[in-house]
Every structure is written in structure tokens, then in C-alpha cells.
């Protein structure tokens, strides 16, 4: 299989408004390190010629530098500012992005991702052009228009997790499009420029920390991971 560069672009613009926290979410503690210092390890534990793209205010540059060094990846960590907006975001990470690459964009509180889904996701993205891990839905769920609500079919729909992974000359033209609100994810970004993505199974695991309980649940599965 050909070989590419790899380069994670690693998204961590939350505030922690719904943590109740002061600390922005991703930098509170888990199992002894900070959220994000798990997330980037997971990364540099795929592949340890990664490059990796923090993308956070640049106010909070100050919290992550202290734990940059840990990673001694031949591959760098580059700080990069967030935008307003998770595309303008996004789009500030791939301006370093200058060689053909298979581009990873993660969100920077699920930083349970295991090394595995990070090669999956890589491979498909080689072969496929994109890779959007997907997890089934268990509950049941109903569209609600307004005074009216009925049942859907939940086999129809997906929970869409990151690393939403591309070949850069995908991913690249496509964020050179205007904003549009529209633009949910990297996924809705790609399409718009004509690509179908390709989906791949994802991990129950693979939680996004947003709200304490989340934070509880992961210490708990990072515990039996590393017991």
C-alpha cells in the first residue's frame, strides 16, 4: 500500500460552558492528564511519524505548552489559532497542510479514539479518498415538526464520530469554499465539492466529553482499558 503523510488536525475551540467548568473541558483532568494530552497520544500512538495541528484560541496556547514536549514524535506539534467558527477553524489547520497527505480532522474531547479506528480510518481514506466513522443508533427516535412528531426508522440514520479523514486534494479546494452555515461537518464540506464519503465503522468508546457525566464515563473506560 502506498505510504502518505499524515497530518491530525486536532480541534479543541470548546469553552466548558456545559462542563460548568472555568477550564475550558479540554484541558480538565483525566486519569492524571489533561483531556487533550490523551486525544494527541492516541494520535502519535497510530503512527509515529504523524504530524499533528492543535487548532485552539490562542489564549489557551498556555495550557497546552506545557506537556508539548512529551510528545517525541519525528513529526512536530504545531499550535495554529482557531477561527470563529469550527470550518474557519479547520480551514486555519490546513494551511499546514503543503504536501499530498491523508488529513485526519479530530475533535479534541474524544480522547478515547483507539490506535486502531486512527489506521482504519487512514487505510479507507487511501483507498476511498474519505473515511467518517459511523456508529449505529440505539434508541429510538422521532422527528418532531412542529406540533406534529412521529416515529423514524433509526436503521436509516448514523451518529457521525471524528477522525473524519481525507486525502488533502479532497480536502483542501473543498474548504476554499465560502462559508455556509450548512457546513456541519468536514463530511458536509467534501460533498458540496461533489465527493460521495465513505463510511466506516466507528467505536462505541469513542465518546465526545462535553458535559461531567461524559468525563466520569471516560475515566471509567480508560481505566478498564489501561487495567
Not at 485526519?104 to 479518498?129: M, N, Q, W
Amino acid at each position: 500500500m502506498e505510504q502518505r503523510n499524515k497530518i491530525a488536525i486536532i480541534v479543541a475551540g470548546g469553552s466548558g460552558s456545559r462542563m460548568g467548568s472555568s477550564i475550558p473541558k479540554q484541558f480538565l483532568d483525566l486519569s492524571g492528564k489533561p483531556v487533550l494530552w490523551h486525544t494527541v497520544n492516541a494520535f502519535v500512538s497510530a503512527f509515529n511519524d504523524i504530524r499533528i495541528v492543535l487548532v485552539l484560541p490562542e489564549v489557551h496556547f498556555g495550557y497546552v505548552e506545557p506537556w508539548l514536549h512529551e510528545f517525541n514524535t519525528s513529526a512536530n506539534v504545531t499550535l495554529v489559532k482557531g477561527g470563529e467558527t469550527r470550518f474557519h477553524s479547520v480551514r486555519n489547520g490546513l494551511q499546514e497542510v503543503k504536501m499530498p497527505s491523508v488529513v485526519f480532522v479530530h475533535d479534541g474531547v474524544r480522547p478515547l479514539i483507539s490506535t486502531s479506528l486512527i489506521r482504519t480510518c487512514y487505510e479507507a481514506a487511501l483507498t476511498k479518498g474519505s473515511a467518517i466513522p459511523v456508529i449505529d443508533m440505539k434508541d429510538s427516535i422521532r422527528q418532531v415538526e412542529g406540533e406534529e412528531n412521529k416515529a423514524v426508522d433509526r436503521e436509516q440514520f448514523k451518529i457521525i464520530q471524528t477522525p473524519q479523514t481525507f486525502l488533502s486534494e479532497w480536502l483542501l479546494p473543498a474548504f476554499e469554499l465560502p462559508y455556509d452555515p450548512l457546513f456541519t461537518d468536514e463530511a458536509t464540506v467534501v460533498e458540496r465539492q461533489g465527493h460521495r464519503v465513505h463510511l466506516v465503522p466507528g467505536e462505541e468508546a469513542n465518546i465526545k466529553i462535553t458535559r461531567p457525566l461524559d468525563l466520569t464515563i471516560a475515566s471509567a473506560l480508560l481505566k478498564e482499558k489501561n487495567s
